[in-house]
Every structure is written in C-alpha cells, then in structure tokens.
C-alpha cells in the first residue's frame, strides 16, 4: 500500500488482472462484482484490437492505441465545497446550466458532491457508483452492464473491468425532477479515466441529466485515456434527457458507450457534442424496446487542426408503434476528420415504426478536412415508415458575399453561417446554460481558425 491507502499496482503504468484484483479490493466492492471485473479483463484480452480491415473502424486508425499500457486509476484529493475545487472546474460549474444534485470526478475518483435536500426526500439517488454498491445494490445489481454487456466490445470490456468513480443516478416513480442534474468529468493527469454512468428513471418519472468531459490538456503533453460506459434505464410513461458534452484536453483519447431502454411511451431526449479530445470514437444505441416509445437522438460535432471524430449509432426498433428520430451535424476545418455511421434497425414485429435519420457535415476552408457519412437501414418488417440521408458541403462563399457586402468582416460572417447550420440541433435544446456554452465554444473554434488563416 501507498502512504494515502491506495495500492501501488494502480497508480503504476500498465494494466492487468493483478491490477483489477487490486482496485475490486481497494474500493471493498461485493464478491459478484469482482468476478464481473475479472470476466471483462477475459474478455478484453480475448478481444482482438479494432483495426482498419474491421468495417466499424473502417475510417478510424487506432494502430497506435495501446490502451493497457496506461495507468488503470489516478488519484485525486477529497475536497469539502465547490470553493475548494480546481478553478477550471469551478468556472465550468460556472458557466454552465443551473443544477439541483452535482457530481465532480477528478481523475478516477469522485471528489465532491451535493443535492439540494427535498430532492433527496423524494427519493432520488445521485451519487458516485462505489458508495451505490454499497448502498443501494438492490438497485444497482441487476442494471449495471444489463445495456453494455461485459464483453460488449473491447473499450467496453476494458472498461467494465476498470471502472472507478462514475455516477449513478436514481428517480422513484413519478417524481418529476424540474432542474437539471449535472455532473462533470475533469482530468488533470496522465494515465486513464473510466468513468460508468447508470441511470435509471422509474414509471412516470422524468429528469435532465448532463454529463461534461473536460481537462487542461494541450496536443504536447503526454496522451490520456478516458473509457466510458453509459446506460439509460426509462421506464413506463417516464421521460429522460440525457446530455453527453466532451471537451477534453488535445492529448486525450476518448472512447464512449451510450446505450438507453426505452419503456412503453418512455421519451429518451439525448444530445451528443464532441468538441474536443485527439481521437473520439463514441457508439450511441437507443432500444425503443416496448411500444410508444420514443426517442429523440441529437449529436453536434466540430473538428478542427487534426482531430478524428467518430460517431456509430443506432435507433433499435424492437417493439411496434415506436419512434425515432436522428438528426447529427457536425463542422470540419484542417485536416479534421468526421465519421459518422447510422443504422435504423426495425426488427420482425415492430409494425408501424416510424424512423428518420439525418446528417449533415460542413467543411469550413479549403482544406484537407474530410467528412464520411454512412447512413443505412435494416428492415425486417413490412409496415414502417423510415427514411436516411446525408449531405456534405463546403461554406457558400455567395452567402459570405452577401453578408461581407453588407459590412459583416468575414470573420462574423462565417460565424453567422456556421451557426446558422447548427442552429437546426440548437434550436431543440431547452436549456438555456448549455445553449450558451455551445455557442461560446463554437465561436471559439470559429475564432481560432480565422486567427490561424490570416497570420
């Protein structure tokens, strides 16, 4: 052991089935869970690493990933109110969206946590995900890696193997929860984060929740690893908003999982943005499972210098009478690259479906940025309505035109058309904190490249 309790094995480079022991014991965990732990080290050993020739990484290189290779757990102080958190993450509490219940993972572990009390008199649960073990199992045992299974993919194994700190986030049947649940992901650190969300919205319940990736890396210090898992439990009648917001540092690789279950006339609300990170890979699944589900499914992506941002996901029509609807855009400048691939899947049954999916990509310049969109359809019954489609286009330089003949500099008239191409997911976000920190981070995009052309 390590003079702050924690064992020396986690905090070394490298990863292996000594290391999950270590963590599963560190963290005092119920004997089924480390046999879950070691049964996803199996697996992610077994697995073999994505590669080119795979067709979901067809576009996506990730040779020269060594996920093992980085420490499993990075240690983070303990803090006793927000006063005393890093002032980056202060003035992201800041800036964003008012929140009733917050959560700050600080590298592996949790550091600080609240919710306003008449929520927790009603029954809601928002904690990290070891103190819910302990806690709650009832709850926790039978949902966590009932969406993303152990051996689910090899991120998802190394993940389900390695998972520390993490949320959980509990409403009781038909509490309505009027002001968003947040919870923010920060590192500071070298090594790998992997942090697991569960949530679970019980019969006519309904609740917003933002998940936020951030760190203080830069493209030149030493790359980091996050590997996340995400699972969304919306049970009869209730309603979920779910909001993945990524921004790490440059020198992070980031890996994420979201998959939700959608009960009988369940609404799942979801917003993806990815803004920041070296490499992002991140595979979003919505199960309408019983029918009148419904889902709503929004991603928002800008890539700029020599970013990879990649996007695989899928609207699984299991039950009849059940809708999607997709919609993902995403900006590109450099020598960028975007990916997207979409399935629509209408299982044998599910009558009556009704599924739309759209994406969009602007490149911005004359650059090398390069956009792949992948739209498709599997229909396996013979009364739907579905349809896909995709465009990808560069800036009109007459719309430019028009806007700089009117006195607009260049710099404000591309922000102007930029945002009016987003505009179409920003519309539908009623939220009005996050809305604002979008377009501040936009913009800032926008800016730098416009900096970077002229100099």
Same mark, same amino acid.
């Given at each position: ?13 490298? $990863? ?77 509490? +800041? ?17 600080? =946590?609240? $919710? ?13 995900? #070891? ?23 090899? !991120? ?6 390695? !998972? ?17 649940? =947040? ?35 830069? +493209? ?25 917001? =990524? ?9 994420? %999982? ?23 890979? %991140? ?39 059940? #809708? ?63 349809? #896909? ?67």
């Amino acid at each position: 052991m390590s003079a702050n309790g924690v064992p020396e094995v986690l905090k070394s480079s490298g $990863m292996s089935e000594e290391t999950v022991k270590a963590l599963s014991s560190f963290k005092d965990e119920p004997g089924w869970l480390m046999e879950k732990r070691l049964g996803a080290w199996r697996a992610f050993e077994e697995l073999p690493m994505p590669t080119l020739r795979d067709e979901a990484w067809r576009y996506t290189d990730i040779s020269d990933v060594r996920p093992e290779d980085f420490s499993a757990y990075l240690p983070s102080p303990d803090v006793s109110s927000e006063g005393d958190l890093p002032d980056a993450v202060q003035k992201l509490i +800041e800036e964003g969206e008012e929140n009733s219940a917050l959560l700050v993972q600080h590298n592996s572990e949790t550091s600080f =946590q609240r $919710m306003d009390e008449k929520l927790a008199r009603k029954g809601v649960i928002f904690t990290d995900l #070891h103190t819910a073990l302990r806690e709650h199992e009832d709850l926790v045992r039978d949902r966590l890696f009932g969406l993303v299974p152990e051996d689910y993919d090899k !991120f998802a194994a190394l993940s389900a193997a390695l !998972f520390a700190g993490g949320s959980f986030l509990y409403v009781p049947r038909g509490v309505d929860v009027e002001v968003p649940i =947040q919870s923010y992901r920060w590192l500071d650190a070298t090594g790998a984060t992997m942090p697991r969300t569960l949530v679970v919205v019980e019969e006519g319940a309904s609740v917003t929740y933002i998940d936020e990736y951030a760190s203080s890396g830069t +493209e030149d210090d030493e790359p980091a690893l996050s590997n996340g898992v995400v699972e969304l439990y919306v049970g009869q009648g209730a309603r979920l908003r779910y909001v993945s917001l =990524q921004n790490w540092g440059r020198n992070v690789l980031h890996f994420n %999982t979201i998959r939700s279950e959608a009960g009988k006339d369940a609404t799942i609300n979801s917003l993806v943005v990815a803004l920041g990170s070296e490499l992002s890979r %991140t595979n979003v699944d919505a199960g309408l499972a019983e029918a009148g589900s419904d889902s709503e499914m929004l991603g928002l992506y800008f890539a700029d210098s020599n970013q990879v941002l990649d996007h695989h996901t899928l609207q699984d029509h299991l039950a009849p009478n059940a #809708h999607s609807d997709l919609l993902y855009k995403g900006a590109l400048r450099d020598e960028s690259l975007a990916v997207f691939s979409g399935l629509i899947r209408v299982e044998p049954g599910a009558q009556k479906t009704d599924a739309y999916q759209t994406n969009r990509n602007l490149i911005l310049g004359t650059d090398d940025a390069m956009a792949v969109s992948l739209p498709r359809l599997e229909i396996l019954a013979d009364d739907v309505k579905c349809s #896909h489609g995709s465009t990808t286009g560069q800036v009109d330089e007459v719309e430019l035109f028009y806007l700089m003949s009117r006195g607009i500099p260049r710099r404000e008239a591309e922000k102007l058309v930029v945002f009016g191409f987003f505009g179409e997911v920003t519309s539908r976000i009623p939220l009005k904190g996050l809305k604002e920190k979008l377009d501040r981070a936009i913009e800032g995009k926008i800016g730098l490249g416009f900096e970077e052309r002229v100099a």
